[in-house]
């Protein structure tokens, strides 16, 4: 039987969401990663999440049962520094709005970082921190409004967590640029280009599929590389984000968790879903046990062909009904 992963040498996860919630592990995700490793494929983490080093990284995926390395683990702090380091003379100054991950990796790339804007910094990067103040906020603000380059981590603007969705980074960039009208940050993120080609330089890798649960940062990163990817349902988006999807953030496939990689596609069926006078309808099957994640991925094909003929569906029913009598996709 062939599996989705059948076709690529290597898999590139996002973390947050995909292999881990807040302090805990997303549900077989080590066991995913462990018979991935068995067929030979080249493992790589990728996270838009800048406050963790990747040694502090690999610490917590070793703690959840998934052996990894700091080389294994590739950050937004790594790319935006190494963007930042190829936009900037040696030895520039830097004002870092972050943690401590980040202000040694602007340093490692031979930038000078510095607190405050008094210091006349060259660049700005801002990166998430769980300790953000708003005198960090308003430190870096100050400096761009007096000419200081402007970089971000990523654009997340939530993070999945083991209690909920929480602010991201995204949301803080959000409320710096309310006071620098016209000016957006320089991004190194997905879905922007410089996080996922760092990922695929280090892994070598030919032929790499990326696993994400967000669309408009994992799966819109991939495509923007040219990468197939898979949308899991284990962390921040879910199926009214995915029937809502424009082209850029359509995935190749889609799955309840990374352990999709390691089973067969899943397939649209158009006997399972029904359109009646513009609305979407999960078609009652008959008993024929079709997957709630066959349903899904029917309907999405049905709601992106509608949208991109201009004629966009009503997806609401078919959302509330979790694709049939109430079932949601809580197992393969």
């Given at each position: 039987m062939t599996a989705v992963i059948d076709g690529y040498d290597a898999a590139l996860f996002d973390l947050d969401g995909v292999v881990y919630l807040g302090p805990d592990a997303v549900p077989g995700a080590a066991d995913g990663i462990r018979g991935l490793r068995e067929r030979g494929v080249q493992v790589g983490f990728v996270t838009n999440n800048a406050a963790r080093s990747p040694n502090e990284v690999a610490d917590h995926l070793d703690e959840l049962g998934i052996p990894a390395t700091p080389s294994d683990v590739v950050t937004s702090s790594q790319a935006v520094a190494r963007l930042m380091a190829h936009d900037l003379p040696a030895g520039s100054h830097v004002l870092v709005a972050g943690t401590q991950a980040l202000v040694e990796e602007v340093r490692r790339v031979g930038l000078v970082p510095v607190p405050d804007s008094m210091s006349k910094p060259a660049a700005v990067v801002v990166g998430f921190s769980p300790t953000m103040t708003w005198d960090e906020l308003n430190e870096a603000a100050y400096a761009v409004q007096h000419g200081a380059v402007w970089y971000g981590c990523n654009?997340?603007?939530?993070r999945p967590t083991n209690r909920g969705l929480a602010i991201g980074l995204g949301t803080m960039l959000d409320t710096l640029g309310e006071v620098l009208p016209g000016q957006r940050p320089i991004l190194a993120g997905k879905p922007y280009?410089?996080?996922l080609d760092e990922t695929v330089?280090?892994?070598?890798?030919t032929r790499p599929i990326f696993v994400g649960d967000r669309l408009d940062t994992d799966i819109e990163g991939a495509n923007v590389v040219g990468m197939d990817s898979l949308f899991v349902l284990s962390g921040s988006h879910g199926w009214a984000?995915?029937?809502a999807a424009p082209p850029a953030q359509r995935p190749t496939f889609v799955a309840?968790?990374?352990g999709g990689l390691l089973l067969p596609p899943v397939t649209a069926a158009n006997d399972c879903v029904a359109v009646v006078d513009g609305v979407l309808l999960p078609h009652d099957d008959g008993g024929s046990g079709v997957s709630c994640l066959t349903r899904l991925w029917t309907g999405a094909q049905?709601?992106?062909r509608a949208a991109d003929?201009?004629?966009?569906l009503d997806v609401s029913a078919f959302v509330a009904s979790g694709g049939g009598a109430g079932r949601i996709c809580a197992s393969r």
């Open positions: 654009p997340d603007r939530t280009r410089p996080l330089r280090r892994l070598s890798a984000d995915l029937l309840v968790d990374l049905l709601a992106w003929l201009g004629a966009p």
